[in-house]
């Protein structure tokens, strides 16, 4: 007894395996990549945050105390924000706003592991974070 074949399926389930694993891995690929991208914008909003707080914690109590208790970010605040972030390896743009606001914005590039294949070879955050200068726990807020 012989078993009669189609010529025209030859191949078939071969073809659709290997388009499909090569899909399911590219998928992988995208999926690692936005992870490590997430990742990042954690880690820079993290370090944004702790550099305005190093930059806050610059207050002139002195000064403000003199002055009816009036707070104001001065130069220091600045310097100390981007100290923290020289100690930390990142590099980021430190603003004073007004008087009473200190703002960091820290962007991390890490390089892409799978996309680098089509040619984005590395991913990129941008954080900012804000510290706001205030007396107390009810005083004045800007």
Known sequence: ????R?????????LFT????IGLLVA?????????KLQAGQQARAIAEEAARAGAGQVNRSAAYA???????????AAAARTYL???????????????????????TEPAVFTAII??????????ATANLFQGIT????
């Open 67 to 77: 002055h009816g208790g009036t707070f104001t970010a001065d130069p220091a605040a």
């Open 28 to 36: 992988l690929g995208f999926i690692v990549d936005a992870g490590q």
């Open 18 to 21: 290997a388009i499909t694993v």
């Open 86 to 108: 020289a100690q930390t390896g990142h590099a980021g743009a430190v603003t004073v706003t007004g008087d009473r606001t200190i703002q960091v914005t820290v962007t991390i």
């Open 119 to 128: 040619g984005i070879s590395q991913v990129s955050a941008t954080q900012t």
């Open 6 to 14: 189609l010529r025209g399926d030859d191949g078939t389930l071969t």
């Open 139 to 142: 005083g004045s807020q800007p």
């Open 1 to 4: 007894m012989t078993r009669r």
